[in-house]
């Protein structure tokens, strides 16, 4: 019966091809026009860390000016999002996370002797060297360094992918040097692509931002006075000069993440923030009332604001002119539908029920809507082209459909169509055949 109905669908769609042309042009317009907008929306808030969500953890600690909270006008937890450097250095002394990273980004000129490449700066990531581990980053080459590292001035680097095929041409590169601000580095690991969209390990630089070019340990900060390319927020400086001074200041600036695999790890690390918090106090720090947060990078996400409202209030504006093409389509398929209600009233009185009537005519909308679907997803692949160009390559990463968001739109057509075409569909189902077989 439906192989019976689907034809008569396409044969009702072939003998009204201006009505049937019209309704699937304002379908596909309106599909078009909200997977453009639901597209960015759904990129911009995956989670690339949604298979460990439940065990990793960004740390902050509330080291923050007594008399102020932090960022106290605007959203968030009012706690710092980063942290200062001699509190990272005394979190990294526990055992108890399973992986644990201190870090943040930097920069370095980048050459190599008797090379015709000509010198560029590269972003950076100070890290150690769990950062790798913890965050599933693959290596194509090599490894990370040892722990040794992460405490002392260890000259190694790992390139990612993407450097290594500019300065080895995608070779093995492993035991080679590279002048780092001029510097030797030797390259112990280089990494397949890795990109993660949105860089939700480091939202504080750029939420859709590339990933960077270099990782080198932590330990070399002393060694070469590093500072953070990001965001660096104080309010009390040590009495200590020189670069010294701003390591023991009140400067915050390292983003810190821990992997807690069971619920007994979790108690020990937020026992262990409580004692730490609470022997700072006794030195004079951590004046304000004690707080601290863990937060699964889900929460992160929401909480960095990473879908920003604007954006979502443009996903439901989307939404509204995709409703005003639906009751567009409404007005047209009533028109279509009662055209046809002399035949209705034939077939009701041949033996026809209504349901068979009304299934027959929406199957008809369905039809409509998988073909506005279709070409709802050429318009969007249009709009998110248009998109690109006009963000200059900001958002190139974004502004594409996967497989999900092509499925969602032939079913947000199909849904839209039906939901167009249930009105008209029970209105012709209602025929009193009795009228129409007077006419006849």
């Known amino acids: 019966m439906f192989g019976y109905y689907l034809s008569l669908a396409l044969r009702s769609i072939r003998g009204t091809p201006i009505l049937s042309g019209l309704m699937i042009a304002a379908i596909a317009v309106g599909v078009g026009t909200a997977m453009t907008t639901l597209t960015l929306n759904h990129m911009m808030s995956q989670n690339p860390l949604d298979e460990k969500d439940d065990v990793l953890y960004a740390v902050q600690l509330d080291s923050w000016d007594p008399n102020e909270a932090y960022n106290s006008s605007d959203n968030g937890n009012h706690i710092p999002w980063q942290l200062t450097y001699k509190d990272a250095e005394a979190l990294l002394r526990s055992d108890i996370p399973t992986h644990q990273v201190a870090m943040h980004r930097w920069g370095f000129t980048v050459n190599l002797d008797n090379s015709d490449l000509r010198p560029f700066t590269a972003n950076t990531r100070v890290t150690t060297r769990d950062f790798f581990t913890l965050f599933d980053v693959p290596f194509l080459y090599g490894g990370t360094w040892s722990a040794d590292a992460d405490q002392s001035p260890v000259q190694q680097v790992v390139l990612s992918k993407e450097t290594n095929d500019k300065l080895f041409d995608g070779e093995n590169s492993v035991g080679k040097t590279i002048n780092l601000n001029g510097e030797p580095f030797t390259v112990i690991g280089v990494l397949k692509h890795w990109n993660p969209v949105p860089k939700v390990q480091d939202l504080n630089n750029g939420a859709f931002n590339d990933s960077e070019e270099l990782y080198i340990p932590f330990g070399l900060h002393r060694s070469f006075e590093i500072y953070s390319w990001g965001n660096t ?206 006419t006849q």
């Not at 200590?240 to 108690?267: P, R």
């Not at 190139?396 to 459909?401: G, K, P, Q, S, T």
Request: proline letters at 2%.
């Open 233 to 438: 927020n104080g309010w009390k400086n040590d009495d200590s000069e020189g670069y010294e001074g701003f390591l023991q200041s009140e400067n915050v600036w390292i983003q810190y993440w821990v992997q807690l695999d069971t619920a007994k790890q979790v108690q020990q690390y937020r026992d262990f923030l409580t004692g730490y918090i609470r022997q700072q106090k006794e030195q004079g720090r951590f004046e304000r009332p004690l707080k601290f947060a863990l937060s699964h990078p889900s929460e992160w996400l929401v909480l960095n604001e990473a879908l920003r409202d604007d954006n979502r209030v443009l996903g439901w504006l989307s939404l509204a002119f995709l409703l005003v093409c639906v009751v567009n389509a409404v007005a047209l398929l009533l028109a279509k539908f009662l055209r046809k209600a002399p035949e209705a009233g034939v077939r009701r009185a041949l033996g026809a029920s209504r349901n068979a009537v009304f299934t027959q005519h929406l199957i008809e909308s369905a039809c409509i809507g998988i073909a506005g679907g279709l070409i709802g997803i050429l318009l969007a692949l249009v709009g998110l082209q248009s998109v690109k160009r006009l963000a200059m390559g900001y958002i190139d990463r974004l502004a594409y459909m996967d497989w999900q968001m092509v499925l969602a739109a032939v079913g947000l057509a199909i849904a839209a169509s039906l939901l167009a075409g249930a009105y008209p569909a029970w209105r012709i189902s209602r025929t009193n055949p009795s009228i129409y077989l007077k």
